[in-house]
């Protein structure tokens, strides 16, 4: 069974903050910043097949996971909901050093 992604557009504004940090870290360079991308896209993509071997985000609601994305020192925390018919839907996105979902 393959699960259909989908993003919140909060999840979206995330990554573009996240995107904008990073290239303000270097503006003369783009990479970075895509490299991140690629690394947190190609960490969703696990999603597509297998959501629930993510870490439960909450006690009380087993559908609502956390992904762990590894970049760097740190990485990315990606908040999602295992939904009906098969979807996914990404709820937000941070840095692992930010205090908490935005």
Sequence with gaps: M??????????????LRLYDFLLQQDPDSTSLAQRALDRIAQGMALLRQFPFTCRKATRGNPYLRELIISF???GYVALFEIEPDDIVTILAVR????????
């Design 2 to 15: 393959a699960y259909t992604i989908r993003f919140t557009e909060e999840a979206e504004g995330d990554l």
């Design 95 to 102: 840095h692992q050093r930010e205090s908490d979902y935005h």
């Design 72 to 74: 760097g020192v740190s």
